[in-house]
């Protein structure tokens, strides 16, 4: 059992205490630290993507009346054409 005394221990004292802790350490907070600050740098990007694409109420409501309202243009044309079609038959 380990940390007994006389028990057999399947743990290395180097892996427990590594001779130059602070370098593990150091690299990976530097790698943390990278990963993190282009986290943020997308997430920023993101938000501003949103913002730029997103539509506000009044806008979303106009968007909608200029749709019908071309809807209804090209419905009338095609009736002006289908009539036309029908008096030349």
Do not use: W
Request: proline share 6%.
């Amino acid at each position: 059992m380990p940390g007994v005394p006389g028990g057999s221990c399947s743990v290395n004292a180097t892996q427990l205490y590594p001779r130059t802790p602070g370098l593990k350490t150091l690299g990976f907070f530097v790698a943390q630290e990278k990963v993190m600050k282009e986290t943020d740098s997308k997430k920023i990007k993101e938000l501003e993507f949103m913002r730029q694409h997103t539509l506000s109420p009044a806008e979303f409501k106009r968007m909608i009346a200029e749709k019908m309202e071309r809807a209804r243009a090209y419905t009338k044309a095609q009736e002006g054409k289908r009539e036309a079609l029908l008096e030349n038959r």
